[in-house]
């Protein structure tokens, strides 16, 4: 699986890490919908180091269609709200 993250490219993850990536989805729609701004900046900080740290950077030229678009760091609720799909920015 390919996620994109704005603004900082493109990582290859591995399908068995979906659990751990949509309970940190879970944890980033709570804070969303609660409207806390401190929940939800650190939990999407978290969501995107965990990214990072299970996966594989692709190289910068890399076009890969993107399985996962996920926010860069700076974005707002509102921002992330609008990226949302029925079961959060991570499917399944």
């Known amino acids: 699986m390919i996620a994109r993250i704005m603004g900082e490219g493109q990582v290859k993850l591995s399908n068995s890490h979906l659990p751990r990536l949509n309970e940190l989805d879970d944890e980033l729609?709570?804070?969303?919908?609660?409207?806390?701004?401190?929940?939800?900046?650190?939990?999407l900080g978290v969501l995107l180091d965990v990214v990072h740290e299970l996966g594989e950077p692709l190289p910068v030229d890399s076009l890969e269609p993107s399985d996962l678009i996920l926010p860069a760091r700076d974005a707002s609720l509102d921002e992330v709200r609008q990226m949302l799909h029925d079961d959060g920015l991570i499917p399944g």
């Open 29 to 43: 729609l709570a804070a969303m919908e609660k409207g806390d701004e401190g929940a939800f900046r650190l939990t």
